[in-house]
Nanobody, 126 residues
Framework: QVQLVESGGGLVQAGGSLRLSCAASGRTFSSATMGWFRQAPGKEREFVAAISWSGRSTYYTDSVEGRFRISRDNAKNTVYLQMNSLKPEDTAVYYC???????????????????WGQGTLVTVSS
C-alpha cells in the first residue's frame, strides 16, 4: 500500500507559478500510476493530471493543458505538478492519488481510486 503526502501549496498571484510535490512511501510506488485532483470551495473534486508508472504517458484535463506539467521521480518516490500561468479559478485543495492508469483515464472509474493524500491548498489571487 502507498501512503501519500502533498506539499508545495500556498498563495500566488495570477500569472505566477507553483510546484506541488507528492511524496510516497511504500514499495509499489514505482509501479503505480499517479495523479492529481483538485477541489474548489463548493465544488466537486475534479481530475487534473495523471502520469503512468514509467512517466512515458501523461494525461491532462483540458483546463490545465499547456499550463500544468506532471512528472515523477521514481528514485525519490515523488510526483510533481508544475503549475504555470495560474488563474484565480485554479484555487483549490490539490490532492495526490495512486492507482491504475485506467482509473485515472476513464472518468467513471475515478471513484474507485483508494489511495489519497491529505491535500495541499493553492490560492491564486487576482
Amino acid at each position: 500500500q502507498v501512503q501519500l503526502v502533498e506539499s508545495g501549496g500556498g498563495l500566488v498571484q495570477a500569472g505566477g507559478s507553483l510546484r506541488l510535490s507528492c511524496a510516497a512511501s511504500g514499495r509499489t510506488f514505482s509501479s503505480a500510476t499517479m495523479g492529481w485532483f483538485r477541489q474548489a470551495p463548493g465544488k466537486e473534486r475534479e481530475f487534473v493530471a495523471a502520469i503512468s508508472w514509467s512517466g512515458r504517458s501523461t494525461y491532462y484535463t483540458d483546463s490545465v493543458e499547456g499550463r500544468f506539467r506532471i512528472s515523477r521521480d521514481n528514485a525519490k518516490n515523488t510526483v510533481y505538478l508544475q503549475m504555470n500561468s495560474l488563474k484565480p479559478e485554479d484555487t483549490a485543495v490539490y490532492y495526490c492519488a495512486a492507482g491504475d492508469w485506467v482509473q485515472f483515464r476513464v472518468a467513471t472509474m475515478r471513484k474507485d481510486l483508494e489511495v489519497w493524500g491529505q491535500g495541499t491548498l493553492v490560492t491564486v489571487s487576482s
